[in-house]
Each structure stands twice: as C-alpha cells, then as structure tokens.
T-cell receptor, first 111, second 113 residues
C-alpha cells in the first residue's frame, strides 16, 4: 500500500483564494517532499521539509510537518489559474533509499 | 541540458510481447527509479537503484525486471506484457540518498492490448 495519502482528492477554488492540501503517512521518514504535475507530464519538485523541521516557506508555498501525527500540509496562497495541477506528497523513508508517493490532490483554480 | 530522457514516449503492445523502456540521465546522479502512474493511484515505485551496480524492489515489482547498465542508464523490462501493465511509466533520478529531490523524465505511455 502507498505510504502517503492526500486529502482532499480534488479541490476547486477561485483565483486569489488559498489552497490547502494534506498528506498523511505511516512509517518513519527522513524528509517529506511535495511535487507538482501538469497534465500527465513528469513531476516537478516544489519543496522539501526535513523530519526535524516543523514549517518551511518558499514563495507562495508553506509546508508544515507534524511527525507525531505523521501528517503534512501544503498551503498555496493567493492561487493563480497557472497553479492548476496535481500535487503529490512523497516520503523519503528511513529504511531504503526510496521516495514513496501518495495518490495526489487535483487542484483546479478558476479564473 | 537534457536531464532525464525516456524512450519511447508511446508504445502499444500485445499481451505476451516483451519490451524494454530506456532511461538515461546526464546529471551524474547516483540513484535512479522507475515508477508507474495509474489514474487515482498516484505514483507507485517499481524498482530503484541506489547506486551503480545495485537494484532493489519497490512496491510493485512483479512482472518487471531492471538493469542498471552504468551510472547513466537504468532500463525497465517487461518480459511478457499483461493488460494490467497498461500505465504511464516515469523514470527519475537524484544525486544522493537523503535530502535530495527527484528529477523526472517526461514519461512513457504504454498500452497493452
């Protein structure tokens, strides 16, 4: 079974609103990463948060990590139509050199 | 700068046929990965190679084999394709083991009839 599970599965918002996506995982991790995918293309890395960090910012992105709850959230502020994409969390597991992905959240930003 | 290159981009197979998906990276990365993506399932790890000369199974290795030909190339082979292997396949690589991001290829869309 997959390590990460995103919530919600799909999200539709208006341009300018904030979008929040959540990710839960099951095992111990070294870090958690968020990726974006446009229209079935290859994924692009957005941000990485280490297991000893609680919050990280990058431009309009804010990521939080709660290792006690095994969960993370990605906040996109002031969303734009160009943010329309699928977003995936991936956990870099303590055992094995591998990143395991969740099922993703489909974000649609309406202009 | 090509990054991660996958070939072919599209392929249609008949059940029972075999084929090899090719992946090459020009970033001098040590680790390489093969994922498959199915609707609503996200990406599932098939096999990975932490370094040249090593390969390990991921979440869904059955029906696949891999070869880390050299540091640049990591191929995925379907010996006897099945309709359940219809999917989009992504190759990815990264420099080291921890705290590194993945770089993805553009994918191979495979249909098995």
């Amino acid at each position: 079974s997959q390590q990460g599970e995103e919530d919600p599965q799909a999200l539709s918002i208006q341009e300018g609103e904030n979008a929040t996506m959540n990710c839960s995982y099951k095992t111990s991790i070294n870090n958690l990463q968020w990726y974006r995918q446009n229209s079935g293309r290859g994924l692009v890395h957005l941000i990485l948060i280490r297991s000893n960090e609680r919050e990280k910012h990058s431009g309009r992105l804010r990521v939080t990590l709660d290792t006690s709850k095994k969960s993370s959230s990605l906040l996109i502020t002031a969303s734009r139509a160009a943010d329309t994409a699928s977003y995936f969390c991936a956990t870099d597991q303590v055992e094995g050199n591998k990143l395991v992905f969740g099922a993703g959240t489909i974000l649609r930003v309406k202009s | 700068n090509a990054g991660v290159t996958q070939t072919p981009k599209f392929q249609v197979l008949k059940t029972g046929q075999s084929m090899t998906l090719q992946c090459a990276q020009d970033m001098n990365h040590n680790s390489m990965y093969w994922y498959r993506q199915d609707p609503g399932m996200g990406l599932r790890l098939i096999y990975y190679s932490a370094s040249e000369g090593t390969t390990d199974k991921g979440e869904v290795p059955n029906g696949y084999n891999v070869s880390r030909l050299n540091k640049r190339e990591f191929s995925l082979r379907l010996e006897s394709a099945a309709p359940s292997q219809t999917s989009v396949y992504f190759c990815a690589s990264r420099r080291g083991q921890l705290y590194e991001k993945l770089f993805f290829g553009s994918g191979t869309q495979l249909s098995v009839l």
